[in-house]
């Protein structure tokens, strides 16, 4: 590989259409902004594990210092083979021996579990986010919390975490003989396709149906959309990319780092007591 460019980094991001990816890129320019400029080449994969392949290897071929794959779909080998190439940092999954910054999604299925099934909902669905960044462990945590809970029954379908795939999956759920009475969606832009789908068929959402997401982007909370979700310090995901990146590239002996951030849940409109009357 030629000689990196000094401060120039790329990142490589999955989707460039959800919003929490402008939340994490602007913690990853302002973290370290008054201390060290630096130049930045952006990349997207457009939800396609091919698409960030030419991705990175664009980036490569501009001589970047560092890399960071924001919510990356591409195979834990090929990203570790990437990090023997050029310092790489992870956000949104965690790989064995690389440096990584995620959320607890286990945490995260767990709360949306009990916030339900505390609302007195028995049945609940899922629709997952396939095969994204943190959407098998987020699956899995809800899915064995809900079920401990007594007489508590789980239906799930994968999703993209695309509004789309939220969309699609709510009209499914909603059209079984026995649908659920609540959906928590992997993210919110899933949780916003559930809404459309559940307020085309005449819904109340937080009456008939509840709906919950995770991540709280700015959509998701104002005077037309008021939803119950997980959130997290989505500015801390950038600005500690942006930490250890420069460490990596200052230090790459050093043994790998990892940031777990905690997330917590906000209750909104979205999400009521299972058979609460519409107002």
């Known amino acids: 590989m030629a000689q990196a460019t000094p401060n120039t980094f790329g990142v490589m991001v999955s989707d460039l259409h959800n919003p929490i990816t402008a939340d994490i890129l602007d913690g990853f320019v302002q973290g370290e902004q008054q201390q060290q400029e630096f130049d930045m080449h952006l990349c997207a994969g457009f939800n396609s594990a091919d698409r960030e392949r030419v991705a990175v290897n664009s980036l490569l071929a501009h001589r ?10 591409l195979d834990q080998k090929e990203i570790q083979e990437l990090a023997q190439t050029v310092p790489t940092v992870v956000v949104g999954r965690q790989i064995p021996g690389l440096d990584c910054v995620y959320v607890n999604s286990e945490l995260g299925g767990r709360l949306a579990a009990k916030h339900l099934t505390g609302l007195g909902h028995k049945r609940l669905a899922h629709v997952s986010g396939g095969t994204g960044a943190g959407a098998a462990r987020r699956a899995a945590a809800f899915e064995q919390t809900a ?5 508590v029954e789980v239906q799930s379908l994968e999703g993209d975490y695309t509004q789309k795939g939220g969309y ?7 059209s079984r003989d026995a649908p659920p009475t609540a959906i928590f969606a992997a993210n919110d832009l899933m949780a916003l396709g559930v809404l459309g789908a559940a307020h085309q068929l005449g819904l109340s959402i937080g009456s008939d149906i509840s709906v919950m997401g995770f991540d709280d982007i700015s959509l998701t909370s104002n005077e037309f959309v008021s939803l119950t979700t997980i959130t997290y310090p989505r500015l801390n995901m950038g600005t500690e990319a942006r930490a250890l990146l420069q460490r990596r590239c200052e230090s790459p002996e050093l043994p790998e780092s990892i940031v777990e951030l905690t997330p917590s849940l906000i209750v909104r409109e979205s999400t009521g007591a299972y058979g609460r009357t519409s107002k």
């Open 64 to 73: 970047v210092r560092g890399v960071v794959l924001i919510g990356s779909l």
């Open 168 to 174: 699609l999956g709510a009209q499914i759920l909603l």
């Open 147 to 151: 079920r401990n809970a007594t007489g």
